[in-house]
């Protein structure tokens, strides 16, 4: 794990230092360097917003093949498959776009947990205990405002988020569950961000406001694209 973290970290630790090398101010940079990140994958958040979209459609059809075959599994997978194919619409696609953000989140706080193991040079050093706002040290954990900022920010993530698969997910068992989670998260990233470098916590909070952004552009071109499909 940790020479797949370094492949992701390495280049993502040039990009920090080349903007640092700009601004030459550690708290901006984590800033800039957090837009560049989320703007270069807004087009997974496209195609996943596309396949949220395509599903909504498909979904009376599949309920009403889950009702007629319901006691006959094969027949059923058959005419699962056979629709899918009629649509043009693959399930796993909507999956897709989440399975490249790992690797690239998992190497961004790699990163930005301990800089130095992935970026060279002495700049760099002193920059991360550069103070920024009220923070004296982006290295040590900030104790109450910037991790709460963080889980009000992660919170309206997850309302955005829930309120763009509700349709989809209206009869989905794990409903309660991602209920649940919209609270038990924020509150988890309150107490991680506790902990964790402040400059960590900067980039979290910084994202995720960029993403709720992000999400709400992508609910107004959602209604265009649904007209467009119901039109055609």
């Known amino acids: 794990m940790g020479k797949i973290t370094g492949i992701i970290s390495i280049p993502l630790g040039h990009l920090l230092s080349f903007i640092y090398g700009i601004i030459a101010n550690y708290g901006i940079t984590i800033i800039i360097f957090t837009a560049i990140v989320r703007l270069c994958l807004f087009p997974l958040y496209i195609s996943q917003t596309k396949s949220t979209v395509k599903m909504q459609a498909v979904q009376p059809k599949i309920k009403e093949i889950q009702r007629k075959y319901a006691n006959d599994k094969e027949t059923l997978n058959i005419k699962m498959m056979e629709l899918y194919k009629e649509e043009k619409f693959n399930p796993m696609k909507g999956c897709l776009p989440l399975l ?114 992000l999400s709400q552009i992508l609910n107004v071109w959602k209604k265009k694209y649904t007209a467009k499909m119901e039109e055609d």
């Open 100 to 213: 490249i953000q790992l690797p690239i989140i998992w190497g961004l706080f790699g990163l930005l947990r301990n800089p130095m193991k992935y970026i060279s040079g002495d700049g760099m050093l002193t920059a991360i205990h550069e103070s920024f706002l009220w923070i004296p040290d982006l290295s040590q954990p900030d104790p109450w405002i910037l991790p709460i900022l963080a889980g009000i920010s992660t919170f309206f993530s997850f309302i955005i988020s829930q309120a763009q698969t509700q349709s989809v997910a209206a009869d989905n068992p794990m409903g309660s569950s991602m209920k649940m989670m919209k609270y038990f998260f924020p509150i988890m990233i309150i107490w991680m961000g506790k902990a964790m470098p402040a400059g960590l916590t900067l980039y979290w909070f910084f994202g995720t406001t960029i993403q709720v952004v």
